[in-house]
């Protein structure tokens, strides 16, 4: 079965997170439910009827934006896919898939990173940009 993307679906849940008046407290190396939407082409859409996925906040960028790293449960030996142990088992930050979101997109708390894997993950992505 094909995936099929629902954008009118993500378009009614965008248009609340955009009129969403909460304040997020956030941290970098948390992980976070975030809500990436229905996106274009092979940019990676989050799941479920919130179009959420998990993602590693690498930076907090004042008190509106951050930059996220979505993760995935699929593993793959290609560049750009970063593999991690999160909570017994092996998933992915798509470290190609990185970006700039608005904190209104970032839900619910799964847990945090320790500050010296963080900055090992840093190095990571250091890595991939300097290719």
């Known amino acids: 079965m094909q995936y099929v993307?629902?954008?009118?679906?993500w378009n009614t849940i965008k248009?609340?997170?955009?009129?969403?008046?909460?304040?997020?407290?956030?941290?970098e190396g948390e992980i976070r439910w975030v809500t990436f939407g229905v996106n274009v082409g092979s940019e990676i859409?989050?799941?479920?009827?919130?179009?959420?996925?998990?993602a590693l906040i690498v930076h907090v960028i004042g008190s509106n934006l951050a930059l996220v790293i979505p993760m995935?449960?699929?593993?793959?030996?290609v560049t750009g896919y970063v593999p991690i142990q999160?909570?017994?088992?092996?998933?992915?930050?798509?470290?190609?898939?990185?970006?700039?979101?608005s904190q209104k997109r970032i839900l619910s708390r799964m847990g945090k990173?320790?500050?010296n894997t963080l900055s090992l993950y840093k190095q990571f992505i250091t890595m991939f940009f300097t290719l």
């Open 72 to 77: 995935s449960t699929k593993v793959k030996d």
């Open 113 to 115: 990173i320790p500050a």
């Open 5 to 9: 993307k629902d954008f009118d679906a």
């Open 45 to 54: 859409d989050g799941k479920g009827a919130s179009f959420a996925r998990p």
């Open 15 to 27: 248009k609340r997170i955009q009129d969403d008046t909460r304040t997020v407290n956030i941290r």
């Open 86 to 101: 999160w909570k017994g088992k092996t998933v992915s930050l798509c470290v190609h898939q990185m970006k700039v979101i």
